[in-house]
């Protein structure tokens, strides 16, 4: 077992040094190419925060389909990681994040970024009560997600004033090392299910459980350094939009690709506590932004107060996945 454990701890620590790459130059290209604050954290930086998960869903999804005998372990431990990573984000990250560094959202973005959280988090909801997220389930939230890029594209703000020159073999080398770091971070991944599927048969807790509070909040490290560094630097609107913007990727584009390739089984706790958390807190966090357009330290205490009670029930309450 403590094989295991060192594979899981190496391949989350390498996978997190790889995403960390990945947005360094993708900050880079976001910049050469003029985009705004707000647009970034919801697009460049939330999808790059949100690469371990996204990897974690595509790999793990192809070893269901090799061996379907591990769908329940497998869809416990990928739909775990997300959904656990994003009630993470939601209550500690921004709760953290208001305690040192008040987050600040306009309000004409607040249904761009936290309405959309809601959406996708009442969608993923809705596909998975019926106990399984199924492939078409999968191509409509990939093709809503995509949509909503679009979408955020169309209404994104071009700041010329603060473009980053750079060469066109800087900006080659900035996506060849992000199509590396994919590659490295894939082989990393399997290796960390497989890993973490044996830990699951030898500890007494489910696999949703492991990647809830193990998987989810490791792959949710990416989300905290980003954002911490963003407010600490005075650039409120990144650092929400990073937050806001990966809990709509994961849902969407991380469990959306995942279900295309294998389709999942969902635990009920899934289904009775850890959705409707994300989606309590989800409109808890658009009130606080829409009366006052910011979270504050009294805001984040109680963001983090219904984390430590969202975690004695899950373990107490749902002991099982199935």
């Not at 999942?264 to 009366?291: M, Q, S």
Request: proline letters at 2%; hydrophobic letters at 55%; aromatic letters at 10%.
């Amino acid at each position: 077992m403590l094989t295991e454990v060192i594979v899981v701890l190496a391949g989350v620590i390498l996978i997190l040094l790889l995403a960390e790459v990945i947005i360094k130059n993708a900050i880079k290209l976001a910049g050469h190419f003029g985009l705004s604050g707000t647009f970034i954290g919801l697009t460049i930086l939330s999808i790059g925060t949100s690469i371990p998960e996204i990897m974690t869903h595509i790999v793990g999804s192809v070893d269901i389909v090799r061996d379907p005998s591990q769908m329940q372990t497998l869809s416990g431990l990928l739909l775990g990681t997300s959904v656990g990573s994003d009630i993470f984000q939601q209550n500690i990250i921004l709760g953290v994040l208001g305690l040192i560094a008040t987050v600040v959202v306009v309000k004409k973005n607040l249904f761009k970024e936290a309405g959309a959280l809601i959406v996708a988090a009442i969608l993923t909801w809705l596909f998975a009560i019926g106990g399984v997220i199924t492939r078409w389930e999968g191509a409509i939230m990939f093709i809503l997600y995509i949509a909503y890029l679009f979408y955020l594209d169309r209404t994104k703000k071009i700041e010329k004033k603060n473009k980053d020159g750079l060469t066109n073999f800087g900006i080659g080398t900035s996506f060849f090392l992000i199509f590396i770091c994919f590659l490295i971070m894939a082989l990393s991944a399997e290796k960390v299910l497989a890993a973490s599927t044996v830990l699951v048969s030898t500890l007494p807790i489910s696999a949703s459980f492991f990647g809830v509070f193990i998987l989810g909040i490791a792959s949710a490290l990416p989300e905290l350094t980003t954002s911490l560094i963003a407010a600490l630097k005075h650039k409120k609107d990144i650092s929400a939009g990073i937050l806001l913007g990966s809990n709509i990727t994961n849902p969407m584009m991380g469990i959306g690709i995942g279900a295309m390739i294998s389709t999942y089984t969902v635990p009920n706790v899934l289904v009775y506590l850890d959705l409707p958390v994300k989606i309590f807190t989800g409109f808890l966090i658009f009130y606080f932004l829409h009366k006052d357009e910011d979270i504050n330290k009294k805001k984040g205490i109680i963001l983090i107060c219904i984390f430590i009670l969202y975690l004695i029930a899950r373990r107490f309450l749902f002991p099982v996945d199935f």
